[in-house]
Each structure stands twice: as C-alpha cells, then as structure tokens.
C-alpha cells in the first residue's frame, strides 16, 4: 500500500507515544512533553495553517485546532502520554528524532518518572509477607 502525503498539503500530523510507569508523577511528564511538542512545533502552525484552507476547498479537510496536543491513556504496562503534533511530511523523522532526544533528557533529570515496558512478575505469597492459608 502506497500514500502520498503531500497531495495538496505537505504537513501531517505524527504522534508518539511515551509509555511512563503507574507510580510515575504523569502530570509533571505530561507537562514536560506538551512543553518539548510546543517548542518543537510552534514554528509550523502559521505555514500549515495556510495550506490548511487551501487543502480543505480541494479535498473536505476541516481541523480548527492546529496546535499540539498531548493525550493520556492507561495501557497494561503503565500510562501513555501521546504526543500529537503538525510537522512537514518530509521532516517527519528529524522531529521525531529531535523530540525524543529532548524527552530523553528531561525524563532523565526527574527521579519521579519511569519509562514503562511489558514486564512479568512472579508473586509468592510466601516470601513477600502474605501467609499461605490452606483450608
């Protein structure tokens, strides 16, 4: 399957999802990165904009909010924060690498906030203080 993302408008909108831990501070990462988005986007939105109206005459397109976003939602191994952001089709990975090392870096200077992952966890009643009763 092919798509061509620049037929009448050269932005798309990319997402990338961050997964925290449950015990993580997810307001405080949900801050950092609507702040790492902002920076990164903000110099698109007056271009897109434009193109955007332009897009819309040809092709049904209708968003009033061009803005970045930052979505929260619980997966099974933690919170996702997903980021939600305008940038050009052909710019896609350099923002997205930009983004995550900005990420990278923030979430490394809070002691609060844990990249989650799958993980399994083995629970013996017995050794982690909960007597066994047999009945």
């Not at 968003?63 to 933690?78: F, W």
């Not at 017995?126 to 009763?133: A, Y």
Request: charge should be neutral; glycine fraction near 4%; charged fraction near 25%.
């Amino acid at each position: 399957m092919q798509a061509n993302y620049t037929a009448g408008f050269e932005y798309i909108w990319n997402e990338i999802p961050v997964l925290i831990t449950f015990e993580s501070d997810w307001k405080n990462a949900k801050n950092i990165l609507e702040n790492i988005v902002n920076s990164h986007a903000l110099q698109l939105s007056s271009e897109a904009e434009k193109q955007i109206k332009e897009a819309a005459k040809k092709f049904m397109i209708f968003y009033t909010k061009l803005s970045p976003i930052v979505y929260t939602s619980v997966k099974d191994s933690g919170v996702a924060l997903t980021m939600r952001y305008l940038c050009h089709a052909r710019k896609r990975r350099a923002t997205e690498v930009a983004i995550w090392e900005d990420v990278l870096e923030n979430f490394s200077n809070h002691g609060n906030i844990d990249f989650a992952y799958p993980t399994t966890r083995f629970y013996n009643n017995t050794l982690e203080g909960k007597g066994v009763k047999l009945h």
